[in-house]
């Protein structure tokens, strides 16, 4: 019998607590913007690591926050950057995880020592500058 367990976490990636502690940071920042709204982390490769719905937040608010995180996860920029129609990389991911990204502004890279490590996606029924800048907060916690 094996008892060994095999790691398939992405060494580069964020851990739960600080893909967590970056989702309570931008809902602290929506509080006190008084907006709601979804918020999602996720690793380098678009693979969902934590996620928050504030009450009160729209249905359609989780599809769209996670596709920020994937959108921005996957092309290393600002969830609103398109890239070129066929990009390799871009369909594979989304095709291979079945997430649609989402290329409005509030999705930002993560970053550690300068390399892309994931990503934070933030959608609310405000305003995009609103959803970034929850994104923003949430994304210095990650340093």
Known sequence: MMNARVSIVDAGEPTLDEATAIVGRAVAEARRLGITVSVAVCGPQGRLIAF???????????????????ASAISGEPSEFMPPPGDDLYCSIVEGEGTAAFHERGGVPLRRAGALRG?????????????????????????
Not at 55 to 66: L, P, V
């Open 119 to 143: 990503a934070i996606g933030v959608y609310g029924e405000a305003s995009c500058d609103q959803d970034l800048a929850c994104a923003t907060v949430g994304a210095a916690t990650y340093r």
């Open 52 to 70: 928050s719905k504030m009450d009160g937040a729209g249905c359609m608010s989780a599809r769209h926050a996670i596709g920020k995180a994937v």
